[in-house]
């Protein structure tokens, strides 16, 4: 059965529209620790765009469950992190003129820049992931790094408008999957998961993490932040097959 990260981003975003002080990130973490959670993560954005610094803060402070930092491999984030060391940091790519995250880092054609930031979160006793496109090369190229885990992009396969097209993206998610696991990583997974697709990701064997975000913000707008965390958990809580 995968861990949840329930990622609080876009409880910011509503709070940075006005620049006030409500919702809180923070108490939103709580809720989601209420509902099950078994991590949280944030995205402290180098232009500041939903997560403050001052989030992370005290979220060091008072999260119970793993704290996941998404942090662009940037000089001033890394030295955040390694003040702070949450249990884990996602590297990932990051624009400016970008709505959301659009795809995967592109860890091949960038290795000696990423190796600096993987060896100090590293030497730091922080787990390192890499978010990345479901692509062996990818893939490869993270193990050469020496990461902890890799976080599989699944964009692709939330948002395909057939179900032939969402096919080819699962299968291709399953055997970067399978390779990764092969080479001795951690399996995560995440982006566009919703309450409709999350189940098939969820039963891909090895997956131990997904990451999901503006899903469940959408769904606590209706009925609670506690609520709909716990209707997520008990869709990725999947029985392993295997394991009996």
């Known amino acids: 059965m995968p861990n949840l990260g329930v990622n609080i981003d876009h409880v910011a975003t509503v709070r940075q529209a006005r620049r006030t002080y409500e919702p809180d990130p923070v108490w939103a973490a709580t809720l989601a620790e209420l509902g099950g959670a078994d991590g949280i993560t944030v995205?402290?954005?180098?232009?500041?765009?939903?997560?403050?610094?001052?989030?992370?803060?005290?979220?060091?402070?008072?999260?119970?469950?793993?704290?996941?930092?998404?942090?662009?491999?940037?000089?001033?984030?890394?030295?955040?992190?390694?003040?702070l060391r949450p249990e884990q940091a996602t590297l990932v790519p990051e624009k400016r003129e970008e709505i959301t995250t659009e795809g995967g880092l592109d860890v091949a054609g960038n290795h000696q820049r990423l190796k600096s930031y993987v060896d100090q979160l590293k030497d730091a006793?922080?787990?390192?992931?890499?978010?990345?496109?479901?692509?062996?090369?990818?893939?490869?190229?993270?193990?050469?790094?020496?990461?902890?885990?890799?976080?599989?992009?699944?964009?692709?396969?939330?948002?395909?408008?057939?179900?032939?097209?969402?096919?080819?993206?699962?299968?291709?998610?399953?055997?970067?999957?399978?390779?990764?696991?092969?080479?001795?990583?951690?399996?995560?997974?995440?982006?566009?998961?919703?309450?409709?697709?999350?189940?098939?990701?969820?039963?891909?064997?090895g997956v131990s993490e997904l990451n999901i975000g503006h899903s469940i913000v959408a769904r606590a707008v209706m009925v609670g932040f506690e609520r709909a965390v716990r209707e997520m958990k008990e869709l990725v809580a999947v029985i392993d097959i295997d394991a009996g």
């Open 125 to 205: 006793g922080i787990e390192v992931s890499l978010f990345i496109d479901p692509d062996d090369i990818q893939v490869q190229a993270s193990k050469d790094l020496g990461v902890d885990a890799v976080e599989l992009h699944t964009g692709r396969y939330a948002d395909a408008k057939s179900i032939a097209k969402q096919q080819e993206e699962f299968e291709a998610l399953e055997r970067a999957g399978d390779f990764a696991l092969e080479l001795g990583m951690l399996l995560h997974m995440g982006h566009g998961l919703t309450y409709r697709n999350v189940e098939r990701i969820a039963m891909i064997p």
């Open 43 to 83: 995205h402290l954005r180098e232009d500041r765009r939903h997560i403050q610094d001052r989030d992370v803060r005290v979220l060091r402070e008072t999260v119970q469950v793993k704290l996941n930092l998404e942090m662009a491999a940037s000089d001033v984030i890394t030295k955040i992190a390694l003040e």
